[in-house]
């Protein structure tokens, strides 16, 4: 295991098991200048700058002690020229990935607060903008993932060769960070890509293996989602005689009476009809049986979907009535949702064709199959699907169910622009002034 005070090498620490060579052992020539050069501007070692001050002696906070800039270039320690071999492009290398582990560090510090923001019961409707803001920033970091494998992919696969057996036993896939993050945003351990027929957690120091686990049985932003979107209000109205799903499946139904229409008019009766018509039968027996709760609740046994029925129910109302002003907010964190799935997704993708690119079908420095891994990984790893797919139940604007008045005017603002508060719900204005209706349930 790695010394706590040393800086780690590519994606993280060597397992347990693994007698991992110190990578704290300076070369007597480069790093003993390097050396010198942060004592003189700091008058610290690398191992004792965690103690430094961020405030100079006058009390002013100085740059680079507060983001302890000399600790943080101490930390390429290029194996190549610890055995006197200079790699030029191992500096690139290790660069590239220590500043992916800090991006992932930022980004298990916004799922932290997104989750802790979703947990609340009720979430204040303030707190809705938030969780979307956080969200997004989450998407940009992961845009910057993935745009960053074109840094690393100037290196050669030839170049790569001149310090690529020194990091055996050392992988990408013991990066704990992304295995947290995973786990944060709410991977099924039954859905992981079994490392070497062994658990992913076995292949983490101890300590890391702790974290990544007690993770699993925290809470995740999947699980804060769901149970925020059973509290989602609209769905029915007994005094206004309202149920959503009701009318829902009413105007699919509709729909799918004009399809069969549209396909006995615009063509003649023999074979290619009877199959047109069959397919049609099939289709829309299809759409409903899914729209049952017990067939719904039967494909979650299966892990067929994940999503409760009434959170996937809350989810459809949101996206279908996304232009009611208060749904606005809550169908942009649910966009979100999906492109943090997709961002990983596109991350996993260039990871892998990357990992194609450089070492072809060998088997990976941790002993993975390598590129076919991580290709396989990409059939696993979306954790939003249900989200995803709710595009298969969509209907036409035109077709939507009629909102009564009083939910309409739930979802709509308190006050109309240029005049007093309205006393009836019925007789709101949609301009916007403040939220009347909630789904910070």
Not at 32 to 38: D, F, L, R, T, V
Not at 75 to 88: D, F, N, T
Not at 145 to 169: A, G, H, M, N, W
Request: aromatic share 10%; charged share 25%; hydrophobic share 40%.
């Amino acid at each position: 295991m790695m010394n706590s005070g040393v800086c780690p090498f590519g994606y993280g620490a060597q397992p347990a098991t693994v007698a991992a060579p110190k990578l704290n052992a300076l070369a007597a020539s480069d790093e003993e200048a390097s050396a010198e050069k942060i004592e003189a501007r700091a008058k610290v070692t690398p191992d004792s700058i965690v103690a430094v001050e961020t405030t100079s002696a006058g009390g002013d906070t100085y740059y680079s002690d507060y983001l302890q800039v000399d600790k943080l270039l101490s930390c390429q320690q290029m194996r190549s020229r610890q055995i006197g071999k200079p790699a030029h492009d191992e500096m690139l290398f290790i660069v590239v990935h220590q500043v992916y582990e800090l991006w992932f560090k930022q980004i298990l510090h916004e799922l932290d607060h997104a989750i802790a923001l979703f947990a609340q019961n009720p979430v204040p409707e303030k707190d809705i903008a938030q969780i979307y803001h956080t969200l997004a920033r989450i998407v940009s970091i992961e845009k910057l993932l993935v745009e960053q494998i074109e840094i690393i992919e100037t290196l050669s696969p030839l170049d790569f060769l001149d310090f690529r057996d020194l990091l055996y036993p050392a992988s990408g896939f013991q990066s704990w960070q992304f295995r947290l993050i995973e786990n944060k945003l709410g991977m099924m351990s039954d859905k992981r890509v079994r490392f070497m027929h062994k658990a992913y957690h076995t292949q983490l120091s101890d300590e890391h293996a702790t974290v990544v686990q007690e993770a699993e049985a925290q809470d995740s932003l999947f699980a804060a989602v769901e149970r925020w979107l059973e509290r989602i209000p609209f769905l029915e109205d007994l005094e206004a005689g309202f149920s959503f799903w009701d009318e829902y499946k009413k105007s699919a139904g509709a729909i799918y009476d004009e399809e069969k229409q549209k396909i006995i008019s615009n063509s003649e009766p023999g074979e290619m009809r009877d199959v047109q018509l069959q397919e049609w039968a099939s289709g829309k027996k299809s759409f409903f049986a899914l729209l049952d709760e017990s067939a719904h609740e039967d494909m979650r046994v299966k892990g067929q979907r994940r999503l409760s029925f009434k959170a996937t129910q809350a989810a459809l109302l949101i996206t279908l009535y996304r232009d009611e002003p208060v749904l606005s907010l809550p169908w942009n964190c649910l966009n979100a949702l999906i492109d943090i799935d997709n961002g990983m997704q596109h991350w996993r993708h260039r990871h892998s064709m990357m990992a194609h690119r450089m070492i072809g079908t060998k088997v990976g420095t941790g002993g993975s199959s390598g590129y076919y891994y991580l290709r396989a990984t990409l059939q696993r790893g979306r954790i939003f699907d249900d989200i995803s797919n709710l595009s298969t139940y969509l209907l036409p604007k035109r077709a939507l169910p009629s909102l009564p008045p009083v939910i309409r005017a739930k979802m709509n603002f308190v006050f109309a622009v240029g005049h007093s508060p309205c006393p009836n719900p019925s007789q709101h204005s949609s301009n916007s002034g403040s939220a009347q209706g909630s789904t910070g349930q």
